[in-house]
Structures are given as C-alpha cells and as structure tokens.
C-alpha cells in the first residue's frame, strides 16, 4: 500500500485524475487506486453551501433530509438512514470535516460512474490498466470504531464469491462471500489516514479479473428479505404508513397467521378470541366473536395494532379498514397487505 502525498486541495471542476497522474507517475497495470469519497464529491461539485451567520447544523439535518429514502433508526440528534445508493449509514455520508466551515460535503451522485470515468481517464493519461475504488468511513454495528469501505468501484469485483468451495477439511462453503473491495478501502486507509491530508493510496501486487460488465458496489447492497435488521426499535412504528393502491403477492394468509401468533405471545393479558380468513387476495376479514363487549374489542384493537406493527416488521405493507358490524359476529375489519404499487 502506497500513500500518493503532494496532492492539492480539490475544488469542483478541477482535474482529479491528472492531479493523480501527476503526483504518481509510476502508477502501473493492475494497480489499484483507493480515493476518498470527499475529493470525488469536491471535484463534482456535490457540496451544500451554509450562508454565513447561518446555523450549520440545522443545514445539515436538512441535507439529510434530502439525501435519505428513509429512517432507519435513530438517537438523538444521530440518525442512521439509507441512502438513494442503497447504503446504511450515519447522516446521510454527509460529512463537516476536513472541509470549509461554509460547506458540507455529500457522497458522490453516482461513485461507481465516478470511479470507471478515473480509470477510463488514468488509462488515457498514463497508459495503463488500474482499478479504481472511492472510499468513504462508516461506523460498524455492534462494533466501536471507524472503517473505511467501497461506496464506488470500477475494474475489479466488489465480491469473491467463495460459495460451493470446499475447505482444506472436505467442509463446503455455503455464505462465505468476501468483500474484497472494502477490505482493500480499509487497507489504504492505513496509509491515508484521517489527518494527513493524503486522499489517494495505491494498492499494488494483489491478482484479480476485471469483471465484465462490471456491476460496481451493487452487490454489496444488502436490503429487502436479506436485512433482518430493517429498522430500529423507535422506529418500528414510526416508519410504518398505511399503503393506499397494494399489489398482492403470495403468502398473505401466513404471514398474518404468524403475525397473529407472534401478537398473542406478547400480548397475553389480552384474552381475546377471534377468526381471520379468506383467499390470497391480498384482504384478510378480522371477525370478534358473538357477544363482543367493549373491553374485547379494546383487546382486539391493541392486537391488531401489534399485528399490523409486526407485519410492516417483515416486509409487508399494509392499510386497516374498519367494517360495519353483520349478523351475529361482529365484523371487526378489513386487513389489505401487499407490496405498493409503484
């Protein structure tokens, strides 16, 4: 790994990867090149503007805002938040450091794009074939600490995928898949530091095959049925809205068999006996028994709010109508689940 010193401080519109080529001429094939995310974003002119006298707190909460798809969890003034790109990360990946106290600086628009125009551009300057990696510094759940990872890649697989090999032992493989690109953000991080002013490294003497098409960071992007960790606990139910037009998709009935069960175990002081059915078209009748009384239906009520918490919880979304009540059996409500239609 080898730090690239004596690079300038980057302002949109300057010249990256000729600023690159000239600080280190002895780039060769097969070289990678590590860039922080920051001077990407510089150079691209993804920067917020703060008015002087202006509270930059306040403009960066809502550059976050702007930045994010949806809430994740949150503490405080800290929120984790998921991006456009698909990343998981703390504010946004909007940083205040190591940057003008006027400006806050955004994650590329698209760093993937950013990094495959470096290495079209360094082959053009220098002759050469590298791969390029834009690097950025995420936090770690579970774990203290900062690290760097791949948000944007070009010329080299973001993962080696070991699944089906067998280990020294006759053992096969069956999830190990290696995320070679942030181990190799993370590894040039050691010789760019946080404070050194140094943005590029190269990683040089590692083997690896173009992939071809290349499909950048995508498939670090772990979210829909592979995130068993799609929320917060405080936000649970603050991020669960009632969908209007639901497309239905298979599995209804069980998922909300299961939803029912899962209510019930954590909601045991409420005795309440009921039935829910129909076909697997995305609405599922919720029937009180004969003789409903008010301190049944209030039972009710906070299971099927439960319910409903439980199954935005896996996925689902979902909107509650209130019926009229009919014949014997009061009629409680009208359950629709799917997925939205956009």
Same mark, same amino acid.
């Given at each position: 790994?080898?730090?690239?010193?004596?690079?300038?401080?980057?302002?949109?519109?300057?010249?990256?990867?000729?600023?690159?080529?000239?600080?280190?001429?002895?780039?060769?094939?097969?070289?990678?090149?590590?860039?922080?995310?920051?001077?990407?974003?510089?150079?691209?002119?993804?920067?917020?503007?703060?008015?002087?006298?202006?509270?930059?707190?306040?403009?960066?909460?809502?550059?976050?805002?702007?930045?994010?798809?949806?809430v994740v969890a949150r503490r405080g003034p800290l929120r984790i938040v998921e991006t456009r790109h698909g990343w998981v990360v703390a504010a946004a990946g909007i940083d205040a450091s190591n940057v003008p106290g006027d400006a806050l600086v955004l994650l590329p628009e698209d760093a993937d794009a950013s990094a495959a125009r470096l290495r079209e551009r360094l082959a053009d300057l220098l002759g050469i074939t590298v791969a390029v990696i834009v690097s950025d510094t995420f936090g770690r759940t579970w774990r203290d600490g900062?690290?760097?990872?791949?948000?944007?890649?070009?010329?080299?697989?973001?993962?080696?995928?070991?699944?089906?090999?067998? !280990?020294?032992?006759?053992?096969? +493989?069956?999830?190990?898949? $290696? #995320? @070679? =690109?942030?181990? &190799? *953000?993370? %590894?040039? !991080?050691?010789?760019?530091?946080? +404070?050194?002013?140094?943005? $590029? #490294? @190269? =990683?040089?003497? &590692? *083997?690896? %095959?173009?992939?071809?098409?290349?499909?950048?960071?995508?498939?670090?992007?772990?979210?829909?049925?592979?995130?068993l960790f799609p929320y917060g606990s405080r936000d649970v139910v603050a991020s669960r809205a009632p969908g209007a037009d639901l497309v239905p998709r298979p599995g209804d009935l069980e998922a909300v068999a299961e939803a029912f069960r899962v209510a019930v175990a954590a909601l045991p002081e409420f005795s309440v006996v009921l039935r829910y059915g129909g076909e697997e078209d995305g609405v599922v009748d919720v029937h009180l028994p004969e003789r409903a009384t008010t301190t049944t239906a209030l039972n009710l009520g906070a299971l099927i709010g439960a319910v409903i918490v439980q199954l935005h919880a896996e996925g689902w979304t979902t909107r509650w109508e209130p019926a009229a009540t009919t014949g014997g059996t009061s009629l409680v409500g009208r359950l629709w689940l799917g997925s939205p239609s956009g």
């Open positions: 790994m080898h730090p690239v010193p004596g690079l300038p401080e980057f302002a949109p519109g300057d010249d990256l990867a000729g600023a690159i080529a000239g600080a280190a001429p002895w780039l060769a094939d097969g070289d990678v090149v590590v860039v922080t995310s920051k001077v990407v974003s510089k150079v691209e002119g993804r920067l917020v503007r703060v008015e002087p006298g202006a509270d930059r707190e306040a403009a960066r909460q809502r550059a976050i805002d702007e930045e994010s798809v949806r900062l690290t760097d990872v791949a948000v944007g890649s070009a010329g080299i697989p973001a993962l080696i995928d070991h699944r089906g090999d067998v !280990d020294a032992h006759g053992n096969r +493989l069956e999830t190990t898949q $290696v #995320a @070679v =690109v942030d181990e &190799l *953000a993370s %590894a040039a !991080d050691l010789v760019k530091g946080k +404070l050194g002013g140094v943005p $590029v #490294a @190269v =990683v040089r003497g &590692l *083997a690896y %095959a173009p992939p071809t098409p290349d499909p950048g960071t995508r498939p670090l992007v772990r979210l829909g049925p592979g995130d």
